[in-house]
């Protein structure tokens, strides 16, 4: 006879005795049972085993909650784009810290950055609710929230407007109306226009490149109050730069393009000699930005020779995928397109000059004549001579940064890219997602 059948039958047989004898108000005889079995060496079946059961379901609900609430997250990243919006908050913080005065309001910088990434996260999923049937043709976007149909439509939009409300009363409350107004105008040029214009024209680039160049404004504007000549050799700076970075970006991904429905240069350059143009035309434009911030008085002359360093090696790139437009040379202009923008920034903030609110043309016209008089003043030889150093320096920054940009991994580009594609849309994980912009 089993130990358990032995203990059921005892049970039975003892539950009287001890209901009689000893008047116990728990189940029959149940604590002095547990006493006898226990001097008897006999173990009562744990009565502690539905809580046991209940810890593991709770535990089993609390992880699934977990899980369930990272994959939301992750698609509200997806939806936001997260690393463009990321890049955007550094822009805006550099016009921050460069329009600000003797000292940083770091605070109110912060509120700025968490404002500006709340418009900025508004402004990509009002995006891709417009672009729901074009993502789901494309490999780099196919596996986004709404094409997958992870997120409705109506969560996404709950989405948008939640961020783009908290974004702009930020702007609004902790910075200043001007700031909150270019964060609103931002949003309706990007969702409103350059948008739909991307099924449309190719001209939608340059509309593109205007959308990036004003977080550098809302940046000054939310430190300053207004906006000076020096916040505008930052907006011309994030314009130009994204003519080869988003070029190089175009040319590699000109089938998926093609496959989303979407009006790209290099869709209708199959020789991609007007891509490599347009290219090569903006990083000469980058060129002088290092001049025009020592003339506007935003940083102090070494930022001028840092400055053109890199505009120097970003153009040496574009004049490779010039002459040789491939997957290679377009890859290489990419990869440092995503070194220069952080680069200047981080440059411009070391070098900044403080906002002392009274630089006009007439300043910057003075500023370029003393320049011109102090060469003319020292320099007694002739001229390929007196640059001779300056040359020099420009050749060992334009060789460090080129070997930085060498020596970038491969395989952040393709994660940052996704083109050309290593796997389909039907390969991909569902749970996991692309984290670009299109």
């Known amino acids: 006879m089993s130990l358990n059948l032995r203990k059921q039958i005892f049970i039975w047989w003892s539950g009287p005795y001890f209901r009689q004898h000893h008047h116990c108000s728990d189940s029959p005889g149940h604590s002095n049972l547990k006493s006898l079995f226990s001097r008897a060496q006999i173990n009562l079946p744990s009565t502690n085993i539905p809580a046991a059961f209940s810890t593991a379901s709770a535990t089993s609900s609390n992880q699934g909650a977990l899980s369930s609430l990272k994959k939301l997250l992750g698609d509200y990243k997806l939806l936001s784009k997260f690393k463009l919006s990321a890049l955007v908050v550094l822009t805006s913080a550099g016009g921050f810290i460069a329009g600000s005065g003797d000292s940083i309001d770091y605070s109110k910088l912060a ?10 996260a508004c402004a990509n999923t009002l995006n891709q609710l417009y672009e729901v049937s074009n993502d789901s043709r494309m490999t780099r976007t ?23 409300i908290t974004g702009i009363t930020i702007l609004y409350e902790q910075a200043n109306t001007l700031t909150a107004g270019l964060g609103a105008f931002n949003i309706f040029l990007y969702a409103g226009v350059y948008t739909p214009l991307k099924q449309i024209s190719v001209a939608n680039t340059w509309v593109g490149a205007l959308v990036g160049a004003i977080p550098p404004l809302m940046g000054w504007a939310a430190a300053s109050g207004s906006l000076e000549l020096g916040a505008g050799v930052l907006a011309a700076a994030l314009f130009s730069w994204q003519m080869p970075h988003f070029m190089a970006l175009a040319w590699m991904c000109k089938e998926d393009y093609v496959r989303g429905g979407f009006k ?18 903006h990083c000469l434009y980058l060129a002088p930005i290092g001049v025009l911030a020592v003339l506007a008085e935003v940083a102090s002359w070494p930022f001028m020779v840092e400055a053109s360093a890199l505009s120097a090696a970003i153009g040496v790139y574009a004049q490779r995928f010039a002459v040789s437009p491939s997957q290679a040379s377009a890859r290489s202009m990419f990869k440092f397109s995503l070194l220069y923008l952080p680069a200047l920034m981080v440059l411009m903030a070391v070098h900044r000059l403080p906002n002392n609110h009274s630089v006009g043309w007439k300043e910057v016209e003075a500023n370029a004549c003393t320049g011109l008089n102090a060469v003319a003043e020292n320099v007694r030889q002739p001229l390929p001579v007196a640059l001779g150093p300056v040359v020099e320096t420009l050749d060992v920054l334009v060789g460090a940064v080129s070997t930085v940009a060498s020596r970038i991994d491969s395989g952040i580009v393709l994660s940052y890219v996704k083109c050309p594609a290593r796997v389909q849309c039907k390969d991909i994980d569902q749970g996991a997602g692309l984290d670009q912009q299109s």
């Open 111 to 120: 509120w700025t950055s968490l404002g500006t990434f709340g418009a900025s």
């Open 142 to 164: 196919c596996n986004r929230p709404l094409p997958t149909g992870r997120l409705s439509k109506a969560h996404a939009g709950a989405f948008a407007l939640a961020m783009g």
């Open 264 to 281: 790209m240069l290099p869709s209708i350059d199959p020789l991609g000699r007007k891509t490599a143009a347009v290219a090569l035309r």
